[in-house]
Each structure stands twice: as C-alpha cells, then as structure tokens.
C-alpha cells in the first residue's frame, strides 16, 4: 500500500524553481528550506531531490526576503512560501504550476509543500526527511518524538507524514515567540489572507484531478494532524490554521458533488424509463458510471473531512491558546451555513454551544457570530429546538458579558431568535432585555433599541390598520402609547435621553412626529374619551424634549460615548432640516402648551429648554413675531405665577437665548425683559421697605416672609444670566446679610437667595472689570470681595449645603482671576483663604458627607420603602457634589495639597459611593506635582498609624492583628495601584514614599545605633505594599538609606523587629543581592567621585538601568565586561553629560547636596577605563548615598 517514489522524469522547469545545479548537497540545508532524502532507491531520484535542495539552499532566506519586502525593495520569489509569502502573482496561477511539477514528480513537489507549511509557522531551522519503507514498524513508532536539547538549545520533532518520516530542528528563543500568524502590521496581515486563499485554492484546483490520488491528501492531512499536536505554539496555531481551512474548502466541494451527484442520479431514472423497453443502453452505462463515480468521490471527502475532524478539530477547539480555539469554532460555523445537512444536528452543535461559556471574550464572539448565521435562516431553525432548549438561557446572559462586542452581538442573536423563533423567550426574558436600552455602552443600547422596537413598539400592519378614532396619527399615537407605557413602567424617569438615543436609529420616523405628539397633549378629554393621564402627559413631554434634543445636537447623551459625535456632509444636512422643522412647529404650539401646562412646574420646566434648539432667524424670515408676542406673555405669567428654581432658571435662560443681539427680534425681546426686571425689582423694593420701616425689623408674618422669599429666587434666577446692576440689588441683598451677622433674626428662608443675589452681582462686576482700571475701583472692589467671603465663611454655621457650594465656586473664581484681568488687577483681587477657612471647611466636608449613617431597621411598606431609597439617593448626590467641590480646591491649588489626607482616609470606606472623586483628585493632584502628592500620601497613612497606636495605647506598639491595621495595609496597597504599570513615571513618587515612611518608622530612637526598638517600626508594613513599585536600582538606594536607621548585627530575636526584616526582603531580590548590599552598607563610606561617575555611566534613556545579579554577587569583571567597557568607551561626551542631567533631575531628593554639586562639576573620561576599574564601580553601584535635601517642586 505504500506508495513508491516516482522516478519518472526530470525536475521540472518552474519560475519559482528557476536555479538547477549538478552538485549534489550531501543532507541538509538551513533557513527552513531544505529536504534530506536520505532513503530513495536509484540515483536519479536522489539526483532529482538533491537538486531541487540545492536549488532552495541557494534561493531561500525567509527572514531576509520578509524585511526586504516590507521595505520596499523587489524581490525575485523562488519558493512556495516566498510566492505566497510576496502574494504578487494570481494565487491559481501559483497553484497550477505547483500542481503541473506534482504530476511530473509528486514526492518533489509534496517536499515543496511540506516545507511550505514548515515556513508559515516561522521555522528558520532544518528539514529532513527519510524514507518509512527502510524503517520496521517498531522503529517508526520510536521515532515519533518531540524533544528539546538543552544543551545546544535546539528543538527538535520527529514525525510521520505519509510516505516519510520527517525532521524539524530550530533553534528556541524560549522568551520570544513570534511567528507570521502572530505579528502585528498589514504586511503579515495580507499574509494570512494569502496563506488561506493559498488552501483553498489549492483544494478547488486539484478536485477534478489529483485530489482523489490517495497521496496528495494523505501527507497533507497526515502532515497537519502531527503538527497540530506540537507542543510548539507555532506548529499548533498554523497547521490548525490550515487544517480548518482545507476543510472549508473540502465541505464545499462535498456539497457541489452532492448536488451533482442527485443530479446524475435524476438523469439516470429518467434515462431508465425512457429506454424501459430495451436490454442495454450506452447512455445509460455511461449515467450509471458517472453515478458511482460521484460516489466513490463522496465517500472519499467524507473520509477526509472525518480525519481532520477527529484528527484536528476535536484535540484544538479546547485547545489552551484562545486564538486557536477562536480559528476552530469559526470554521466551525462557516461548516454549519455551508453544509447544514452534513453539521446541522445535536451530534456537531454542542461544540458551539460548550465554548459559549469559554473564558476568553474572543471565542465567545466566534461562537455567537456563527450562531447568527444559522439563526437568520428561518429554514435552519426548526432543526435548532434541541440546542435552543439546551443553551437559551446562557445566550439571554450573555448580553452582560463584561466585553462589550460580544454583548453587543449576543443582543442581536437575540434579536434573529425572537423573530424566527416563536416563543422562544419568555415574557420575563424580553422584560429583562428590554432594559438595556438604558445601558452607557452605546452599540449594545441600539441593539437593545432594535429588540424593543420590534418587539414591543412596531407591530405589522400597524400602518394599514389604523386604531379607532385614531385619525391620521393612528399609528403613530399607537406607538407613542406603548413607548409611554413601557417608559412608566421602567421607572427611570430621568434616563428618558438614553431611552431615545436607543431607538433613534430604528424608531426616527416616528420619533420626529411632533406633530402627533403635540396633537395628543393638546388633545381634550370632551373631544375624545381617550385623552392622556397626568403622568402620561408628563412622560410625553419628557419624550418631546428628547427626541427635540436628539434631533439638534445630532451626539449621544452625557455618559454614552466618549465624545461628540463627528457628523458627515449628509447627517448634517438632515440636523439642519430637523431644526428648521422643529423650530416652525413649536414657534406656533409651544404658546399653547404652556398655557395649558402653565400651573405645573415640572412640564413647564421641560417645555421651557425647547426653544434653545430654534433657528430663531425663522421668527423673522417667516413673519412670526405674533407667535413670538404669545411667547413672551407666557413666560411672563409663568414667572410672576412660580417660585420654583427650576421653572425660574429655565425662564431665565429662555429669555437669555431669545435676547441674543445679532438676530431681528433682539430689541423686542429686550423691551419686553426689561418691563419684566423692572417689575420684580419693584416687588422687591417694596417688600424690603416694608420691612425696614419696621421698628422691631423683620415680621415673622409666614406670608411676608414667604413673598419675600419667592420675590428674591426671582431675581436671583434672573440675575444668574442677566446683569441687574443698574438696579443696584448688591446694596440691598447685603444690607439683608449683614442685619442677620448681627442680629441673627433674619429668616432662614431668606439667606441662600439673598447670598446667591449678592455672589451673582459680585461676579457681573468682577466681569466688568477692563483691563486697565482705575486703582480706586480695584481697592473698592476687593475690599467687596474680602467681605463677601467672611459673610460666606459665617454662614457655613448654618449647616447650609449652597452655602457651602457658592464659597467653593466662589474661592475658585477669586484663585484664577489673574487668566481674564491684568496683571495688575489680578494682584490686587488675589484671594487665598485662610487657616481657618480652610479648616471649617474641611470640618463641614467630614460632618456631611463623610458622616456615618444611621441603620434603621423598621418595618416600612414597599411605597415607603420606595421613598426611602429615593431620598437616600438625592442625599448620595448632594454629597458627591460637595465632595467634589472641596476636592476642585484641593486640585486647583486654592487650599493646602495635604489638606486631601483627611479625604484620602475614606478611600476603602466609602469606595462605592466616592472612590471615583477620590481616586480622580489622587490622579489631578500627581500630575501637577509628583512631590507633594507622594508625601501627602505618606502623610494620611501616618496620620491613620499615629490614631490606630493612640487608640490602643500599649507599650508593645500597634497590634498588627487588629482591624485597624489590616484596613491601614488595604488603603496602602490601594494607593500602591493607583500608581499603574509604569515604574520609570512614578519612581520619585514612590521612592519619596519609602523615605518619607523609613524616617517616620525611626522616629523616638533613643540610641543612634538604632539597636533601641523605635515605637513606629510597624510602620514599615505599611509601606511594604509600595516596594513592588520601585526599580531595582531604585530599591538598592532606598536600602542604603534605611542601613543609616539601623545596626548590623540587629538585634532581631523577638518578634518586634519582623517589620524591619520583612521590609529588608521586600527590597531585595534574591540572597546573592542581600549579601552584596549588606557588605557594601558596612562598608559605607562618604560617596565619592568614582562611585557618581559609575553611577551615572548606567543612567540611559530616562531611567535607572538594572545591575545584573551575577555583577553584583562576584564583583569580577569577565568577558562580557569587557565588551561592554568597550561599549562604553565609544559614548561621546553629549551623552554623558544628559546622563548628569538626568541624575540631577530624578535623584535630586534622594541624593546629598553635595553629590548634586559634584554630579555637575565632574567630567567622566571612558577612554582609558580598565577592566579593575569598571569591575569597582558595577559593585559600587550600591553604595550611593541616599540621605539628602529634600527638594518640594
């Protein structure tokens, strides 16, 4: 049965193959390309082999070629892998003259093949093969082996491929693996896409000739099956590659013989009752023929495509490399669509299904992308019920995978389920989905959107069968119903713009039917007995506004997606004709609906943000200003009718957009705001003379008082976007403030807006401020200013959250002045706050936010229980707010940087509430001083040590078993991480920590020697959880610092002194290293000029470089020293002297000042450097001082 070779004729003249010599090579050849035959029986054959590796030897060098072709240069292809590898040539071009030298000489050709799938792998070792006939049966199973050679360094794998036993021996970079399938660029990219194209061309080229020659296939398979079981990355990944490819390629032909096959077989029985009557037929001979050839080439491909199936399939879909798993299970689904008479049941499904819980996201995606393909098919499901029933609730999970993509694409298998599958998922499986439309990950919110549209919103026929008395929005007003419906009933009212967003791709149309919309709340209840609910009415409005919103920014929502959204030519063609159409509807309809909304604050507070999205040209162009009258008196009647801010801000800022002065309808806008100023300022006037007049001042009359009150949220809501100076409310808005400084009768009511009149008029005049003013008018101005701020300081006894939150702002304002005035006036109104200030801030910051909650367990109703979770949610926000206002002072440099260690004290405690505020100001502070953030770090976590040990007040120091002290570890480990991957970018933060914490540890040491036990050793466990941030060079300096503490021998016999010596490890690598540094610190000696100059030899590139464990341990220079003395004598002087720089610039705080001075008055001479000389400094290295200045940028 085997095969012999074939010795027919001479090799054959190819254009990749161009090179013949007479001389014949004597066994093997390097680079991956060569062949050693070393059993074929007559000379010509092994003249023919020979020649053939002569000529790869000659030709081949993968490396090169590849770099050569990337850079551009030509390249003259010689090898198989060299065309494909170049991909200039038509790839069936390629293929036939490869199948033209098969057929003249196929143990050749294969040879070339072979050694083809050995390049692809990125083998640049050696090949050799031997004949299986010389070889008895036990020798052949001996020779099956993969080993590697430790001592050479080479790997080497035996193994079978029909009619040869082959040999693969490479050299192995154990730390570098790295292959063509792997790397990264569009060079290797269009190599994979050729390497492909290259097997499945091959299979469709051979299948009406040599495919069926039981030698072709046999050694590819055989050859694909045994690399497929290396234990070489490499091998596994490529041979899979190509084995799943080629079975791609054999189910399609599988499937064009079947259909060829039934077709011949229907030839054949129409051919047989036609000729009934007769013995013999030739035509029917030959139907009959044909038929079993079909046959036997079926029976053939299934034989193959069941070796690579079981061979390969079935030991690599569970295979260990995730990209390897990936390449099976997508094949595996192109099977699936290919072929689904051969795949399509329980027997192969339950593969796809089992690497649905795979770990990695990659095979995940593979999985449910191919479970698209057959779910789409509404033919295919009906043959799905079993795996359905099986997996259906891992898929309904999988759409909170923690990777988007594959969330994103189970949704929209979901979706192909839900529509061809009925009642596949239950009522509780849509409700669930349903709520991803409120998801921040935009894809998968707009496939959720897709699911719900179709789903719940959009029903067939819903435009040919028009609801009842629907007129022409029946459809419409159906859609909207069941969209208001299904938004009460999710209860996440203010989430109604990521609901939208959701559906916008699917749902625009009637999402931009306004005027379905307005017509439904306009609608009356006598008209039609199906008139909207109050809270239907306000969930439509909130929809208007959105849709609204959507239509005219034409971005995502705050929250979902990183940034605006880059509109093309047509999107904004369509933004611009949304906001002509929006603004000519709601110019007539908005008058209407606040007049009929007018008396409920919350929709038309709503209705209010709606003309911030007109083009207001229209009112002009389009003769409108009537409609603009209806407006103005609405919005007048809605002021004078509400005190809510909201309804007041809204108004506000409706008036502020309608009075911009480069459109027509400016001066008539402004008329009508100025007539609307003057009589609130009116009201108030007289309220407050009123009050004044008043011997016993302030009534406590509920109702003047509320007048009052509603009279100054008036024009405070005014004043923040409209300058009321020339009203001069400053005056009397502090006149009110002072009266309750000292008397403290003012109503407390009173004070938050009577502060807010006074903050905005303050701010309008430092807006007012020229750039060159009169020194009189500065000093009158900052003498306000001064005032201002102890009346806010005053107030913050009031326990008053805005008050607390405009002195924020307001130092802020006052900190950055010197970006909008000149220098000069920036000077004069500079304003850092006090001591003081600075502390009753930080009390009122720890008083209400970080106070602790009450548990209260009773018994509450669910609606109470509800109202409950609500307030505690609206507190959450108004103390987050406040947090991130001190922490804004706290960034911006306003009060002291070390005033964060008290915030920093509460990062693990209240981590879920505001470690994101914390761990953002952490981030700000770092970036505007390295220094300082460290040691205010160091600072909170001594702070926590001082409170622990004062707490429990022992002689024998802190308790290293309490809660205490295990939550001090976790907050450093915490900080530890914030610090990331980059130890080059955080050293001197993370060195200045470990100093800063040695010299608190040693603090109260009686004794110089360090032999009396210091009271805060403990704390060096504590910053234990930093040293894994430091650079080993780095660690050598931070230990050399802490020997100064300390005494050699220590006196290390009770469990006191573990600290230091578990603190001590943490700095050392290994035990070689931890009696280099111990020899070195006791021979500690002031550092001089030839340790720096070794020193900052090793500096390069920006960081400290990495002294090896073998120069350190022996202090002997070899010859590798040698070489790289003769490295560094070639620096030239530049280089040395950035290197000084570089030193100065990192090392500044843990160097003395005179290793500074020196560093930058020493010269290094490399020319003359010995090998003695070189061997002193590497071993030196350890030695620099580190007890020095400390320098706070």
Same mark, same amino acid.
């Given at each position: 049965?085997?095969?012999?070779?074939?010795?027919?004729?001479?090799?054959?003249?190819?254009?990749?193959?161009?090179?013949?010599?007479?001389?014949?090579?004597?066994?093997?050849?390097?680079?991956?390309?060569?062949? %050693?035959?070393?059993?074929?029986?007559?000379?010509?054959?092994?003249?023919?082999?020979?020649?053939?590796?002569?000529?790869?030897?000659?030709?081949?060098?993968?490396? %090169?070629?590849?770099?050569?072709?990337?850079?551009?240069?030509?390249?003259?292809?010689?090898?198989?892998?060299?065309?494909?590898?170049?991909?200039?040539?038509?790839?069936?071009?390629?293929?036939?003259?490869?199948?033209?030298?098969?057929?003249?000489?196929?143990?050749?050709?294969?040879?070339?093949?072979?050694?083809?799938?050995?390049?692809?792998?990125?083998?640049?070792?050696?090949?050799?093969?031997?004949?299986?006939?010389?070889?008895?049966?036990?020798?052949?199973?001996?020779?099956?082996?993969?080993?590697?050679?430790?001592?050479?360094?080479?790997?080497?794998?035996?193994?079978?491929?029909?009619?040869?036993?082959?040999?693969?021996?490479?050299?192995?970079?154990?730390?570098?693996?790295?292959?063509?399938?792997?790397?990264?660029?569009?060079?290797?990219?269009?190599?994979?896409?050729?390497?492909?194209?290259?097997?499945?061309?091959?299979?469709?080229?051979?299948?009406?000739?040599?495919?069926?020659?039981?030698?072709?296939?046999?050694?590819?398979?055989?050859?694909?099956?045994?690399?497929?079981?290396?234990?070489?990355?490499?091998? %596994?990944?490529?041979?899979?590659?190509?084995?799943?490819?080629?079975?791609?390629?054999?189910?399609?032909?599988?499937?064009?013989?079947?259909?060829?096959?039934?077709?011949?077989?229907?030839?054949?029985?129409?051919?047989?009752?036609?000729?009934?009557?007769?013995?013999?037929?030739?035509?029917?001979?030959?139907?009959?023929?044909?038929?079993?050839?079909?046959?036997?080439?079926?029976?053939?491909?299934?034989?193959?495509?069941?070796?690579?199936?079981?061979?390969?399939?079935?030991? %690599?879909?569970?295979?260990?490399?995730?990209?390897?798993?990936?390449?099976?299970?997508?094949?595996?689904?192109?099977?699936?669509?290919?072929?689904?008479?051969?795949?399509?049941?329980?027997?192969?499904?339950?593969?796809?299904?089992?690497?649905?819980?795979?770990?990695?996201?990659?095979?995940?995606?593979?999985?449910?992308?191919?479970?698209?393909?057959?779910?789409?098919?509404?033919?295919?499901?009906?043959?799905?019920?079993?795996?359905?029933?099986?997996?259906?609730?891992?898929?309904?999970?999988?759409?909170?995978?923690?990777?988007?993509?594959?969330?994103?694409?189970?949704?929209?298998?979901?979706?192909?389920?839900?529509?061809?599958?009925?009642?596949?998922?239950?009522?509780?499986?849509?409700?669930?989905?349903?709520?991803?439309?409120?998801?921040?990950?935009?894809?998968?919110?707009?496939?959720?959107?897709?699911?719900?549209?179709?789903?719940?919103?959009?029903?067939?026929?819903?435009?040919?069968?028009?609801?009842?008395?629907?007129?022409?929005?029946?459809?419409?007003?159906?859609?909207?119903?069941?969209?208001?419906?299904?938004?009460?009933?999710?209860?996440?009212?203010?989430?109604?713009?990521?609901?939208?967003?959701?559906?916008?791709?699917?749902?625009?149309?009637?999402?931009?039917?306004?005027?379905?919309?307005?017509?439904?709340?306009?609608?009356?209840?006598?008209?039609?007995?199906?008139?909207?609910?109050?809270?239907?009415?306000?969930?439509?409005?909130?929809?208007?506004?959105?849709?609204?919103?959507?239509?005219?920014?034409?971005?995502?929502?705050?929250?979902?997606?990183? !940034?605006?959204?880059?509109?093309?030519?047509?999107?904004?063609?369509?933004?611009?004709?949304?906001?002509?159409?929006?603004?000519?509807?709601?110019?007539?309809?908005?008058?209407?609906?606040?007049?009929?909304?007018?008396?409920?604050?919350?929709?038309?507070?709503?209705?209010?943000?709606?003309?911030?999205?007109?083009?207001?040209?229209?009112?002009?162009?389009?003769?409108?200003?009537?409609?603009?009258?209806?407006?103005?008196?609405?919005?007048?009647?809605?002021?004078?009718?509400?005190?809510?801010?909201?309804?007041?801000?809204?108004?506000?800022?409706?008036?502020?957009?309608?009075?911009?002065?480069?459109?027509?309808?400016?001066?008539?806008?402004?008329?009508?705001?100025?007539?609307?100023?003057?009589?609130?300022?009116?009201?108030?006037?007289?309220?407050?003379?009123?009050?004044?007049?008043?011997?016993?001042?302030?009534?406590?009359?509920?109702?003047?008082? &509320?007048?009052?009150?509603?009279?100054?949220?008036?024009?405070?809501?005014?004043?923040?976007?409209?300058?009321?100076?020339?009203?001069?409310?400053?005056?009397?808005?502090?006149?009110?403030?002072?009266?309750?400084?000292?008397?403290?009768?003012?109503?407390?009511?009173?004070?938050?807006?009577?502060?807010?009149?006074?903050?905005?008029?303050?701010?309008?005049?430092? !807006?007012?401020?020229?750039?060159?003013?009169?020194?009189?008018?500065?000093?009158?101005?900052?003498?306000?200013?001064?005032?201002?701020?102890?009346?806010?300081?005053?107030?913050?006894?009031?326990?008053?959250?805005?008050?607390?939150?405009?002195?924020?702002?307001?130092?802020?304002?006052?900190?950055?002045?010197?970006?909008?005035?000149?220098?000069?006036?920036?000077?004069?109104?500079?304003?850092?706050?006090?001591?003081?200030?600075?502390?009753?801030?930080?009390?009122?910051?720890?008083?209400?936010?970080?106070?602790?909650?009450?548990?209260?367990?009773?018994?509450?109703?669910?609606?109470?229980?509800?109202?409950?979770?609500?307030?505690?949610?609206?507190?959450?926000?108004?103390?987050?707010?406040?947090?991130? !206002?001190?922490?804004?002072?706290?960034?911006?440099?306003?009060?002291?940087?070390?005033?964060?260690?008290?915030?920093?004290?509460?990062?693990?405690?209240?981590?879920?509430?505001?470690?994101?505020?914390?761990?953002?100001?952490?981030?700000?502070?770092?970036?505007?001083?390295?220094?300082?953030?460290?040691?205010?770090?160091?600072?909170?976590?001594?702070?926590?040590?001082?409170?622990?040990?004062?707490?429990?007040?022992?002689?024998?120091?802190?308790?290293?078993?309490?809660?205490?002290?295990?939550?001090?570890?976790?907050?450093?480990?915490?900080?530890?991480?914030?610090?990331?991957?980059?130890?080059?970018?955080?050293?001197?933060?993370?060195?200045?920590?470990?100093?800063?914490?040695?010299?608190?540890?040693?603090?109260?040491?009686?004794?110089?020697?360090?032999?009396?036990?210091?009271?805060?050793? &403990?704390?060096?466990?504590?910053?234990?959880?930093?040293?894994?941030?430091?650079?080993?060079?780095?660690?050598?300096?931070?230990?050399?610092?802490?020997?100064?503490?300390?005494?050699?021998?220590?006196?290390?016999?009770?469990?006191?002194?573990?600290?230091?010596?578990?603190?001590?490890?943490?700095?050392?690598?290994?035990?070689?290293?931890?009696?280099?540094?111990?020899?070195?610190?006791?021979?500690?000696?002031?550092?001089?000029?030839?340790?720096?100059?070794?020193?900052?030899?090793?500096? &390069?590139?920006?960081?400290?470089?990495?002294?090896?464990?073998?120069?350190?341990?022996?202090?002997?220079?070899?010859?590798?020293?040698?070489?790289?003395?003769?490295?560094?004598?070639?620096?030239?002087?530049?280089?040395?002297?950035?290197?000084?720089?570089?030193?100065?610039?990192?090392?500044?705080?843990?160097?003395?000042?005179?290793?500074?001075?020196?560093?930058?008055?020493?010269?290094?001479?490399?020319?003359?450097?010995?090998?003695?000389?070189? !061997?002193?400094?590497?071993?030196?290295?350890?030695?620099?001082?580190?007890?020095?200045?400390?320098?706070?940028?």
């Amino acid at each position: 049965m085997i095969a012999e070779p074939n010795t027919a004729s001479n090799l054959p003249s190819q254009k990749e193959n161009t090179v013949h010599d007479d001389t014949v090579p004597e066994s093997t050849v390097q680079n991956g390309s060569c062949v %050693r035959n070393g059993n074929l029986k007559t000379p010509r054959e092994k003249r023919k082999v020979q020649n053939q590796c002569e000529n790869i030897r000659r030709n081949s060098c993968s490396s %090169r070629r590849a770099s050569q072709l990337q850079s551009g240069e030509v390249v003259e292809a010689v090898t198989l892998f060299e065309v494909v590898n170049i991909g200039k040539r038509a790839m069936q071009s390629v293929v036939d003259d490869w199948i033209e030298a098969y057929k003249q000489d196929r143990n050749v050709a294969l040879l070339d093949l072979i050694n083809f799938f050995i390049q692809c792998s990125g083998c640049q070792g050696m090949v050799t093969a031997e004949m299986i006939q010389s070889l008895h049966k036990k020798d052949v199973i001996q020779k099956m082996t993969e080993t590697f050679d430790e001592e050479t360094g080479l790997q080497c794998k035996k193994f079978m491929v029909y009619p040869w036993i082959l040999t693969v021996t490479w050299p192995v970079d154990m730390d570098n693996e790295d292959y063509p399938l792997i790397r990264t660029g569009p060079y290797w990219k269009k190599f994979k896409a050729n390497f492909c194209e290259f097997i499945a061309v091959l299979v469709q080229q051979c299948q009406c000739s040599i495919l069926y020659d039981s030698y072709l296939m046999n050694t590819i398979i055989s050859l694909l099956t045994d690399l497929a079981d290396s234990m070489v990355r490499a091998f %596994r990944h490529t041979s899979t590659l190509a084995a799943m490819k080629l079975l791609t390629a054999i189910v399609s032909i599988h499937l064009n013989l079947d259909v060829n096959k039934h077709n011949a077989q229907r030839l054949y029985e129409v051919e047989k009752k036609r000729i009934s009557g007769k013995r013999t037929n030739y035509r029917l001979d030959q139907l009959e023929r044909k038929r079993k050839e079909y046959e036997h080439k079926l029976l053939e491909i299934q034989n193959m495509m069941n070796a690579i199936f079981k061979g390969t399939f079935l030991n %690599r879909y569970c295979d260990v490399i995730p990209e390897i798993r990936a390449t099976c299970i997508e094949e595996f689904g192109s099977w699936i669509k290919t072929y689904p008479d051969a795949f399509l049941n329980d027997n192969y499904l339950k593969y796809i299904g089992w690497m649905l819980y795979d770990k990695q996201a990659e095979v995940r995606l593979k999985c449910l992308l191919g479970l698209q393909g057959i779910y789409s098919r509404r033919e295919l499901v009906s043959r799905m019920d079993l795996f359905t029933s099986r997996f259906k609730d891992r898929i309904v999970s999988m759409p909170l995978d923690k990777d988007h993509e594959v969330a994103v694409q189970a949704m929209k298998l979901l979706m192909l389920m839900s529509q061809n599958c009925e009642d596949v998922l239950s009522t509780e499986d849509c409700e669930m989905l349903y709520q991803f439309v409120y998801t921040t990950h935009r894809p998968l919110a707009v496939a959720a959107g897709e699911f719900l549209y179709k789903r719940l919103l959009s029903h067939e026929g819903d435009e040919e069968v028009q609801p009842k008395g629907g007129g022409k929005f029946g459809a419409s007003t159906d859609q909207l119903k069941r969209l208001i419906r299904f938004y009460l009933e999710s209860e996440l009212h203010n989430h109604v713009a990521y609901l939208i967003d959701s559906l916008w791709d699917w749902a625009g149309k009637f999402l931009k039917d306004w005027e379905c919309m307005t017509t439904l709340l306009l609608k009356n209840a006598e008209e039609d007995g199906e008139a909207l609910s109050d809270a239907h009415e306000s969930a439509l409005i909130e929809i208007i506004l959105a849709t609204v919103r959507e239509a005219a920014e034409g971005h995502p929502p705050v929250g979902r997606g990183a !940034a605006k959204k880059i509109l093309s030519v047509k999107e904004k063609k369509i933004q611009l004709e949304d906001c002509t159409k929006i603004t000519e509807h709601f110019i007539m309809v908005l008058p209407q609906l606040l007049a009929k909304y007018s008396a409920d604050a919350q929709k038309v507070a709503n209705l209010l943000q709606i003309p911030q999205y007109y083009d207001l040209d229209v009112y002009s162009t389009g003769r409108l200003e009537k409609h603009l009258d209806a407006l103005l008196r609405e919005l007048k009647d809605i002021v004078a009718k509400h005190s809510d801010m909201s309804v007041l801000e809204a108004s506000s800022r409706t008036y502020y957009i309608l009075c911009s002065e480069e459109i027509a309808i400016y001066s008539q806008v402004d008329r009508a705001r100025t007539q609307l100023i003057d009589e609130l300022m009116g009201q108030l006037n007289q309220l407050l003379d009123g009050f004044w007049q008043k011997e016993e001042g302030f009534c406590t009359d509920a109702g003047e008082i &509320s007048q009052m009150y509603s009279a100054l949220r008036r024009v405070a809501a005014f004043h923040n976007a409209h300058d009321l100076t020339k009203w001069n409310l400053y005056e009397k808005t502090l006149k009110l403030l002072v009266f309750e400084i000292e008397h403290g009768s003012l109503p407390v009511l009173m004070i938050l807006p009577a502060l807010q009149c006074t903050y905005f008029s303050l701010l309008w005049q430092l !807006a007012a401020v020229s750039e060159n003013p009169p020194k009189e008018t500065l000093f009158a101005l900052r003498r306000e200013l001064r005032r201002f701020s102890q009346i806010c300081m005053s107030f913050l006894q009031h326990k008053e959250k805005d008050t607390f939150m405009i002195l924020c702002d307001w130092l802020l304002i006052l900190s950055h002045q010197d970006s909008n005035n000149s220098k000069e006036a920036a000077g004069l109104l500079d304003y850092n706050p006090s001591t003081s200030l600075q502390e009753k801030l930080l009390l009122f910051i720890q008083e209400h936010v970080f106070m602790e909650e009450e548990d209260e367990s009773k018994d509450l109703t669910e609606e109470e229980e509800r109202k409950d979770e609500s307030c505690k949610l609206d507190d959450l926000h108004r103390r987050r707010s406040l947090l991130a !206002a001190y922490c804004k002072l706290i960034v911006y440099n306003v009060i002291e940087m070390t005033a964060a260690a008290e915030i920093y004290k509460y990062y693990v405690k209240t981590y879920n509430y505001f470690g994101d505020i914390i761990k953002e100001t952490l981030s700000k502070t770092r970036h505007n001083n390295k220094i300082r953030s460290a040691k205010t770090l160091i600072l909170c976590l001594q702070q926590l040590f001082q409170t622990c040990a004062e707490r429990q007040d022992s002689g024998s120091g802190v308790d290293l078993s309490s809660a205490s002290f295990t939550n001090m570890k976790e907050l450093a480990r915490r900080f530890s991480l914030t610090f990331g991957w980059d130890q080059v970018k955080s050293r001197e933060s993370v060195a200045m920590i470990h100093k800063e914490g040695i010299e608190f540890a040693f603090q109260g040491a009686t004794r110089v020697d360090g032999r009396c036990l210091p009271p805060n050793l &403990s704390f060096l466990l504590i910053i234990i959880e930093f040293s894994n941030k430091l650079l080993k060079p780095d660690k050598r300096l931070v230990y050399a610092y802490l020997q100064r503490y300390i005494a050699e021998p220590l006196p290390c016999r009770g469990d006191e002194w573990q600290p230091l010596i578990w603190y001590r490890k943490s700095l050392l690598s290994n035990e070689d290293e931890e009696s280099s540094v111990l020899s070195s610190s006791r021979e500690w000696s002031p550092v001089g000029t030839s340790k720096t100059s070794s020193f900052k030899r090793k500096l &390069s590139n920006g960081s400290l470089p990495e002294t090896s464990q073998t120069e350190t341990a022996s202090r002997a220079p070899d010859l590798q020293c040698a070489s790289q003395l003769a490295s560094a004598s070639g620096k030239s002087r530049k280089r040395l002297k950035s290197q000084e720089m570089h030193l100065q610039e990192h090392l500044s705080f843990l160097c003395p000042e005179r290793l500074q001075r020196r560093c930058c008055k020493d010269e290094i001479k490399t020319e003359g450097i010995s090998e003695e000389a070189q !061997a002193e400094d590497a071993a030196e290295d350890v030695d620099v001082d580190v007890v020095g200045a400390e320098q706070d940028s």
